[in-house]
Protein backbone atom coordinates (compact mmCIF):
# COMPACT_ATOMS: atom_id res chain seq x y z
CA UNK A 1 0.00 0.00 0.00
CA UNK A 2 1.59 3.21 -1.00
CA UNK A 3 0.72 6.05 0.84
CA UNK A 4 0.77 9.97 -0.96
CA UNK A 5 1.95 13.12 0.90
CA UNK A 6 -1.15 14.76 0.39
CA UNK A 7 -2.82 12.03 2.18
CA UNK A 8 -0.40 12.49 4.89
CA UNK A 9 -0.46 16.22 4.94
CA UNK A 10 -4.01 16.05 5.44
CA UNK A 11 -3.59 13.72 7.90
CA UNK A 12 -1.17 15.51 10.08
CA UNK A 13 -3.09 18.81 9.12
CA UNK A 14 -6.44 16.89 10.92
CA UNK A 15 -3.95 16.61 14.30
CA UNK A 16 -2.44 19.39 14.47
CA UNK A 17 -6.41 21.29 13.77
CA UNK A 18 -6.83 20.28 17.62
CA UNK A 19 -4.09 19.23 19.09
CA UNK A 20 -4.70 18.22 22.69
CA UNK A 21 -7.14 20.74 23.01
CA UNK A 22 -5.42 23.45 21.68
CA UNK A 23 -7.41 24.25 18.32
CA UNK A 24 -6.06 26.23 15.04
CA UNK A 25 -8.28 27.75 12.67
CA UNK A 26 -5.92 29.13 10.53
CA UNK A 27 -4.52 27.87 6.85
CA UNK A 28 -2.42 24.86 7.49
CA UNK A 29 0.12 24.45 4.38
CA UNK A 30 3.40 23.26 3.51
CA UNK A 31 5.14 26.13 4.84
CA UNK A 32 3.18 26.55 8.25
CA UNK A 33 5.54 26.48 10.78
CA UNK A 34 4.92 24.37 13.73
CA UNK A 35 6.17 26.85 16.52
CA UNK A 36 6.08 30.29 15.27
CA UNK A 37 2.58 29.68 13.79
CA UNK A 38 1.11 27.05 15.53
CA UNK A 39 2.73 28.48 19.07
CA UNK A 40 3.77 24.59 19.61
CA UNK A 41 6.97 23.51 21.46
CA UNK A 42 9.78 20.90 21.23
CA UNK A 43 7.49 18.94 23.91
CA UNK A 44 4.04 18.43 21.67
CA UNK A 45 6.74 17.63 18.92
CA UNK A 46 7.23 14.61 20.85
CA UNK A 47 4.20 13.72 21.60
CA UNK A 48 2.87 14.27 18.17
CA UNK A 49 5.73 11.44 17.02
CA UNK A 50 3.70 8.85 19.13
CA UNK A 51 0.21 10.30 18.19
CA UNK A 52 1.26 9.42 14.29
CA UNK A 53 2.66 5.81 15.24
CA UNK A 54 -0.86 5.36 16.85
CA UNK A 55 -2.30 6.89 13.58
CA UNK A 56 -0.23 4.95 11.45
CA UNK A 57 -0.33 1.97 13.58
CA UNK A 58 3.02 1.27 12.97
CA UNK A 59 6.56 2.45 14.24
CA UNK A 60 8.14 5.47 12.55
CA UNK A 61 11.98 6.49 13.95
CA UNK A 62 10.60 9.92 15.19
CA UNK A 63 13.64 10.22 17.37
CA UNK A 64 15.96 11.03 13.91
CA UNK A 65 13.10 13.81 13.82
CA UNK A 66 13.69 15.46 16.72
CA UNK A 67 17.58 15.30 16.96
CA UNK A 68 17.42 16.95 13.03
CA UNK A 69 15.54 19.38 14.96
CA UNK A 70 17.57 19.61 17.72
CA UNK A 71 20.72 20.31 15.65
CA UNK A 72 19.11 23.68 14.04
CA UNK A 73 20.07 27.14 14.72
CA UNK A 74 16.72 28.19 14.66
CA UNK A 75 14.33 26.04 15.74
CA UNK A 76 11.39 25.31 13.77
CA UNK A 77 9.66 22.76 11.62
CA UNK A 78 7.77 23.56 8.32
CA UNK A 79 4.83 21.20 7.94
CA UNK A 80 6.37 20.01 4.79
CA UNK A 81 9.44 18.93 6.08
CA UNK A 82 7.51 16.52 8.66
CA UNK A 83 5.32 15.36 5.93
CA UNK A 84 8.31 14.42 3.50
CA UNK A 85 9.90 12.60 6.95
CA UNK A 86 6.80 11.07 6.88
CA UNK A 87 6.48 9.90 4.03
CA UNK A 88 9.82 8.71 3.59
CA UNK A 89 9.47 6.35 6.92
CA UNK A 90 5.77 5.64 5.36
CA UNK A 91 6.42 4.40 1.99
CA UNK A 92 9.59 2.30 3.07
CA UNK B 1 1.17 8.41 24.68
CA UNK B 2 2.64 6.53 27.41
CA UNK B 3 1.88 7.98 30.82
CA UNK B 4 2.18 6.47 34.48
CA UNK B 5 -0.17 6.79 37.48
CA UNK B 6 1.40 7.78 41.15
CA UNK B 7 -1.27 8.18 43.98
CA UNK B 8 -3.93 9.78 41.02
CA UNK B 9 -1.24 11.96 39.43
CA UNK B 10 -0.02 11.30 35.99
CA UNK B 11 3.28 11.40 34.56
CA UNK B 12 4.08 11.38 30.92
CA UNK B 13 7.16 9.86 30.17
CA UNK B 14 9.06 7.22 27.38
CA UNK B 15 11.81 4.71 27.85
CA UNK B 16 13.57 3.18 25.51
CA UNK B 17 16.29 0.18 25.59
CA UNK B 18 16.91 -2.82 27.86
CA UNK B 19 19.20 -3.10 31.26
CA UNK B 20 19.98 -1.08 34.27
CA UNK B 21 17.97 1.71 34.51
CA UNK B 22 19.05 4.97 33.88
CA UNK B 23 16.26 8.04 34.54
CA UNK B 24 16.60 11.76 33.32
CA UNK B 25 15.18 14.73 35.02
CA UNK B 26 14.69 18.31 33.32
CA UNK B 27 15.04 21.37 35.18
CA UNK B 28 11.80 23.74 36.33
CA UNK B 29 10.25 25.10 33.25
CA UNK B 30 11.74 22.41 31.32
CA UNK B 31 9.93 19.14 29.74
CA UNK B 32 11.62 15.92 28.28
CA UNK B 33 12.06 17.25 24.97
CA UNK B 34 15.24 18.29 25.95
CA UNK B 35 16.86 14.61 25.50
CA UNK B 36 15.27 13.98 22.30
CA UNK B 37 16.72 17.01 20.85
CA UNK B 38 20.21 16.01 21.66
CA UNK B 39 19.33 11.91 20.78
CA UNK B 40 20.01 10.69 24.24
CA UNK B 41 17.59 8.16 24.90
CA UNK B 42 18.63 6.40 21.61
CA UNK B 43 22.34 6.61 22.53
CA UNK B 44 22.09 5.89 25.85
CA UNK B 45 19.75 3.20 25.20
CA UNK B 46 22.23 0.78 23.57
CA UNK B 47 23.39 0.23 27.36
CA UNK B 48 20.73 0.84 29.45
CA UNK B 49 17.19 0.96 29.78
CA UNK B 50 16.48 4.79 29.76
CA UNK B 51 13.52 6.53 30.74
CA UNK B 52 12.61 10.40 30.92
CA UNK B 53 9.32 11.85 32.43
CA UNK B 54 8.13 15.12 32.97
CA UNK B 55 8.34 16.68 36.17
CA UNK B 56 5.18 17.92 37.81
CA UNK B 57 4.04 20.56 36.59
CA UNK B 58 6.18 20.76 33.37
CA UNK B 59 5.32 18.81 29.93
CA UNK B 60 2.56 16.89 29.21
CA UNK B 61 2.36 15.77 32.94
CA UNK B 62 -0.37 16.92 35.33
CA UNK B 63 0.09 20.19 37.18
CA UNK B 64 -0.87 20.01 41.37
CA UNK B 65 -1.55 23.70 43.03
CA UNK B 66 1.87 22.33 45.51
CA UNK B 67 3.93 19.46 46.21
CA UNK B 68 7.17 21.29 44.03
CA UNK B 69 9.88 21.26 46.75
CA UNK B 70 13.13 18.79 45.80
CA UNK B 71 11.82 16.60 48.79
CA UNK B 72 7.93 16.34 47.10
CA UNK B 73 9.69 15.57 43.73
CA UNK B 74 11.84 13.34 44.80
CA UNK B 75 8.94 11.27 46.23
CA UNK B 76 7.62 11.20 42.82
CA UNK B 77 11.02 10.21 41.30
CA UNK B 78 10.93 7.03 43.55
CA UNK B 79 6.99 6.01 43.16
CA UNK B 80 7.51 6.81 39.05
CA UNK B 81 10.15 4.16 39.86
CA UNK B 82 8.02 1.42 41.54
CA UNK B 83 4.96 1.48 39.53
CA UNK B 84 7.29 1.51 36.05
CA UNK B 85 9.30 -1.75 37.82
CA UNK B 86 12.76 -0.01 37.50
CA UNK B 87 15.30 -1.18 39.69
CA UNK B 88 18.21 0.67 41.46
CA UNK B 89 18.66 3.25 38.72
CA UNK B 90 21.09 5.87 37.92
CA UNK B 91 19.77 9.47 37.96
CA UNK B 92 20.82 12.20 36.07
CA UNK B 93 19.59 15.33 36.94
CA UNK B 94 20.00 18.80 35.37
CA UNK B 95 19.87 21.95 37.18
CA UNK B 96 16.70 21.68 39.38
CA UNK B 97 16.60 17.86 38.09
CA UNK B 98 19.71 17.45 40.24
CA UNK B 99 18.61 19.27 43.11
CA UNK B 100 15.97 16.01 43.43
CA UNK B 101 17.86 13.29 41.98
CA UNK B 102 20.47 14.16 45.17
CA UNK B 103 17.50 14.53 47.67
CA UNK B 104 16.17 11.07 46.37
CA UNK B 105 20.00 9.22 47.21
CA UNK B 106 19.36 11.32 50.92
CA UNK B 107 15.97 10.46 51.53
CA UNK B 108 15.66 6.87 49.70
CA UNK B 109 19.52 5.70 49.31
CA UNK B 110 18.46 2.13 48.11
CA UNK B 111 16.76 2.98 44.98
CA UNK B 112 19.64 5.10 43.58
CA UNK B 113 22.77 3.33 42.24
CA UNK B 114 24.56 6.49 40.97
CA UNK B 115 24.45 10.09 40.46
CA UNK B 116 25.46 12.20 37.59
CA UNK B 117 24.45 15.71 38.52
CA UNK B 118 24.66 18.37 35.78
CA UNK B 119 25.06 22.30 37.18
CA UNK B 120 22.63 22.07 40.02
CA UNK B 121 22.97 24.74 42.09
CA UNK B 122 21.16 24.01 45.70
CA UNK B 123 18.81 26.12 47.84
CA UNK B 124 20.39 24.70 51.03
CA UNK B 125 24.22 26.09 49.65
CA UNK B 126 23.06 28.90 48.27
CA UNK B 127 25.69 31.18 50.62
CA UNK B 128 28.24 29.56 47.76
CA UNK B 129 26.97 31.50 45.03
CA UNK B 130 26.83 34.67 46.34
CA UNK B 131 29.17 36.66 43.33
CA UNK B 132 26.50 35.77 40.41
CA UNK B 133 27.09 39.33 38.85
CA UNK B 134 30.78 38.06 38.41
CA UNK B 135 30.07 35.07 36.03
CA UNK B 136 30.34 36.05 32.50
CA UNK B 137 27.10 34.99 31.64
CA UNK B 138 24.79 37.46 33.61
CA UNK B 139 25.01 40.37 31.62
CA UNK B 140 23.71 38.54 28.90
CA UNK B 141 21.41 36.41 30.69
CA UNK B 142 19.99 39.81 31.80
CA UNK B 143 19.89 41.21 28.50
CA UNK B 144 17.52 38.48 27.54
CA UNK B 145 15.13 38.51 30.33
CA UNK B 146 15.24 42.28 29.45
CA UNK B 147 14.42 41.64 25.62
CA UNK B 148 11.47 39.41 26.84
CA UNK B 149 10.21 41.97 28.96
CA UNK B 150 10.91 40.44 32.37
CA UNK B 151 13.34 41.98 34.84
CA UNK B 152 15.76 40.09 36.82
CA UNK B 153 17.95 41.48 39.44
CA UNK B 154 21.53 40.42 40.99
CA UNK B 155 19.99 40.20 44.34
CA UNK B 156 17.03 37.67 43.55
CA UNK B 157 18.01 35.50 40.70
CA UNK B 158 17.21 32.18 42.75
CA UNK B 159 13.76 33.56 42.74
CA UNK B 160 12.18 31.75 39.69
CA UNK B 161 8.22 32.40 41.28
CA UNK B 162 9.18 36.23 40.78
CA UNK B 163 9.58 35.44 36.79
CA UNK B 164 6.60 33.15 36.55
CA UNK B 165 4.25 35.88 37.95
CA UNK B 166 5.52 38.72 35.96
CA UNK B 167 5.39 36.04 32.97
CA UNK B 168 1.73 35.53 34.18
CA UNK B 169 1.03 39.39 34.32
CA UNK B 170 3.04 40.71 32.02
CA UNK B 171 1.20 43.99 30.04
CA UNK B 172 -0.49 43.90 26.82
CA UNK B 173 2.24 45.69 24.78
CA UNK B 174 5.01 43.25 26.54
CA UNK B 175 3.30 40.20 24.85
CA UNK B 176 5.08 40.34 21.28
CA UNK B 177 8.42 41.23 22.83
CA UNK B 178 8.23 37.86 25.29
CA UNK B 179 6.80 36.23 22.41
CA UNK B 180 9.70 37.18 19.64
CA UNK B 181 12.80 36.37 22.24
CA UNK B 182 10.78 33.19 23.90
CA UNK B 183 8.12 31.65 21.98
CA UNK B 184 4.57 31.39 22.84
CA UNK B 185 5.37 28.36 24.55
CA UNK B 186 7.23 29.48 26.92
CA UNK B 187 4.93 32.35 28.08
CA UNK B 188 2.42 29.00 28.83
CA UNK B 189 4.30 27.14 30.64
CA UNK B 190 5.66 29.73 32.85
CA UNK B 191 1.89 31.37 33.19
CA UNK B 192 1.14 27.71 34.63
CA UNK B 193 3.78 27.73 37.19
CA UNK B 194 2.59 31.05 38.36
CA UNK B 195 -0.59 29.44 39.89
CA UNK B 196 1.38 26.65 41.97
CA UNK B 197 3.46 26.63 44.83
CA UNK B 198 6.31 25.93 42.19
CA UNK B 199 8.46 29.41 42.34
CA UNK B 200 8.45 29.53 46.67
CA UNK B 201 9.02 25.77 46.57
CA UNK B 202 12.19 25.32 44.53
CA UNK B 203 14.29 27.75 46.56
CA UNK B 204 12.92 26.09 49.61
CA UNK B 205 15.53 24.04 51.21
CA UNK B 206 13.39 21.54 51.79
CA UNK B 207 15.58 20.17 54.41
CA UNK B 208 17.96 19.04 51.93
CA UNK B 209 20.87 20.97 54.24
CA UNK B 210 24.47 21.80 53.43
CA UNK B 211 24.99 18.66 56.08
CA UNK B 212 22.49 16.35 54.06
CA UNK B 213 23.94 16.69 51.18
CA UNK B 214 27.74 16.23 52.44
CA UNK B 215 26.13 12.53 54.08
CA UNK B 216 25.70 11.01 50.47
CA UNK B 217 28.13 7.93 49.60
CA UNK B 218 26.65 7.27 46.73
CA UNK B 219 29.51 7.06 42.95
CA UNK B 220 27.82 11.04 42.29
CA UNK B 221 29.91 12.93 39.13
CA UNK B 222 29.11 16.65 39.30
CA UNK B 223 29.17 17.14 35.95
CA UNK B 224 29.39 21.19 35.03
CA UNK B 225 29.57 23.79 32.31
CA UNK B 226 33.46 24.66 32.26
CA UNK B 227 32.28 27.99 32.01
CA UNK B 228 29.19 27.46 34.20
CA UNK B 229 28.13 29.79 36.67
CA UNK B 230 27.85 27.23 39.32
CA UNK B 231 31.53 26.49 39.52
CA UNK B 232 31.77 26.95 43.55
CA UNK B 233 28.96 24.93 44.30
CA UNK B 234 30.67 21.92 41.75
CA UNK B 235 33.77 22.79 44.12
CA UNK B 236 31.46 22.13 46.87
CA UNK B 237 30.44 18.51 46.07
CA UNK B 238 33.73 17.38 44.91
CA UNK B 239 35.04 18.09 48.41
CA UNK B 240 32.26 17.22 50.66
CA UNK B 241 30.87 14.07 48.87
CA UNK B 242 32.30 10.39 49.98
CA UNK B 243 32.45 9.46 46.70
CA UNK B 244 31.94 12.30 44.07
CA UNK B 245 34.35 13.89 41.36
CA UNK B 246 33.91 16.27 38.68
CA UNK B 247 33.54 16.58 34.73
CA UNK B 248 33.67 19.26 33.03
CA UNK B 249 31.92 20.02 29.86
CA UNK B 250 34.18 21.88 27.52
CA UNK B 251 32.56 25.00 25.76
CA UNK B 252 29.44 24.92 28.03
CA UNK B 253 27.88 27.00 30.82
CA UNK B 254 24.69 26.25 32.72
CA UNK B 255 22.96 24.19 29.72
CA UNK B 256 25.82 22.48 28.64
CA UNK B 257 23.39 19.96 26.90
CA UNK B 258 22.36 22.49 24.26
CA UNK B 259 26.11 24.52 24.41
CA UNK B 260 27.67 21.80 23.40
CA UNK B 261 25.21 18.54 22.65
CA UNK B 262 27.43 16.06 20.86
CA UNK B 263 30.44 16.71 24.16
CA UNK B 264 27.59 16.58 26.57
CA UNK B 265 25.92 12.92 25.20
CA UNK B 266 29.25 11.31 24.31
CA UNK B 267 30.43 12.62 27.98
CA UNK B 268 27.37 11.25 30.18
CA UNK B 269 27.54 8.13 27.73
CA UNK B 270 31.20 7.57 28.85
CA UNK B 271 30.23 8.10 32.39
CA UNK B 272 27.69 5.83 32.78
CA UNK B 273 29.23 3.12 31.52
CA UNK B 274 32.26 4.55 33.75
CA UNK B 275 29.67 3.99 36.79
CA UNK B 276 28.64 0.75 35.70
CA UNK B 277 32.02 -0.84 35.49
CA UNK B 278 33.14 0.32 38.68
CA UNK B 279 29.83 -1.30 40.34
CA UNK B 280 30.10 -4.66 38.18
CA UNK B 281 33.72 -4.20 39.87
CA UNK B 282 32.21 -4.04 43.46
CA UNK B 283 34.36 -0.46 43.78
CA UNK B 284 32.89 1.70 46.37
CA UNK B 285 35.35 4.42 46.23
CA UNK B 286 35.19 6.50 49.90
CA UNK B 287 32.72 3.86 51.20
CA UNK B 288 34.50 1.71 51.39
Request: net charge negative; proline share 3%.
Given at each position: MTITTEQIHSDVAGILRNFNGREYSGDIGP???????????SIDAVVLGETLEEHYGRKIPFHLFMADLGRRAVRDIKLGELVAFLHQHLSA | MPRVSVEGMRFYYQQAGEGQDVVLLHGVT???AVWPLINMLPTLAADFRVTAYDLRGHGYSETPPSGYTSADMAGDLVKIQQALGLGPMYVLGHSYGGVIALHAAVLYPEAIAGLILSDPYFPGL???????????GWQEYKEQAGRAGLQVSEEDWFDVGQLFAQTANLPPERHEMFRKELGLAAMDRLTRLAATTCGDDVKAVAGLTAERISSVRHPTIAL???????LATCRYLEANLANCRVALVPDAKHRAHEENPAAYVALVQQLLRELRFAERAGYTGGAA
Open positions: ETCFFADLGLA | GNMRHLETSLSAWSYGEHSPF
